[in-house]
């Protein structure tokens, strides 16, 4: 069996959760008998692929597409089109909702749905998330299975598709296990609590921040760490100023060894999220013994089971009450750590690659 995934994530995101999934899903499935999977890019900065991409680490390939996100994009789509009409595949798995590909092959697809949040709460999003709408219903109308990260994610997709129930099976991410062992040594403060990744709308940070703002001016040994997710802005930097706890307050952006670190000597992982379709850094947390204090809401429930302490995202004092529980109790840490290995221990990724494969089987 010969799987094609396309470039269009590797295209657009250096790090992240999708990019890193489809990236292990590709290592995983070519550690199979019979199975091989190709991602046909020209270019990419992905962190996750770079064997994979033709000119990645050429002076050519940078001279020409670094810095150029557009030309980036235009020339991997080329190179997926000719991948796709040359039919050494037996079937395609786009990585995200642009569905060129439909008109260059005639072969099977198999789409995973991440979350339906542009369609669930199209008012959170600036710029007008309908054309991303039209694009997965497309898709899914027409792909010949969905895979749905979880069942949260599968009821949403039955609220507006109903009549797709069929097609659906929830595949569960699965965590790719590494050495807990880092080769990074970052300085970091001696206590903090850590926020990882996006921090822009439905991801709630500004709630957080004024929730915990007490907690971090109470304890000027106490810091927010957030890792990746970009500089702070304007907007964030007037309120840590506002709320006189700037000095506490410090991004760093990190590669996979230095999250790992990061993870490892946070007090705690605060997600205060209002929606994610699973929420992969629940489980990041988890492999590095870290106690997880999320929201209730959405897939985080589903994932996180009993090794979290959960609050009411848009309640402030919820969300204080138990960062504060968490940060003042050494018991309840060490509690949390270890329901987070046996929780973690039902979501491995030769789990994901297997029921991939089903899926892919039952398409063939």
Known sequence: ??????????????????????????????????VESSIPVLYSENEYIKPNAVLKNSGLGSKMFSGHANR??????????????LKQYDLIHPTFYDPYFTEASNKKFVLTVHDMIHELHTDLFKHNPHEIIARKKYLIARAAAVIAISEHTKQDIIKLYPEWEKKITVVHHGYHLTSKSVNTSLSLPQHYILYV????????????VNAISSLLKGNPGLQLLC???GSFNAEELALFNKLDIAPQ???????????MQLYQQAQLFVFPSLQEGFGLPVLE?????CPVVCSNTTSLPEVAGKAAVYFDPLSMAGIKQAVEQV???KTLQQELKHQGEQQLALFTFDKCVQNTLKVYQSVL
């Open 1 to 34: 069996m010969k799987i094609l995934f396309d470039h269009q994530i590797f295209s657009m995101q250096k790090y992240g959760g999708i990019s890193r999934y489809f990236a292990n899903l590709h290592f995983g499935l070519n550690q199979l008998a019979d």
């Open 72 to 85: 980036t994009y235009r020339w991997n789509q080329r190179f997926s089109l000719l991948n796709l009409k």
């Open 197 to 208: 990744g996006d921090r822009w709308h439905y991801k709630n940070f500004p709630l957080l």
């Open 227 to 229: 890792a990746g997710g």
């Open 249 to 259: 307050c410090r991004q760093m952006s990190v590669t996979d060894d230095g999250l």
């Open 285 to 289: 947390a988890f492999a590095n013994n």
């Open 327 to 329: 940060l003042a109790n």
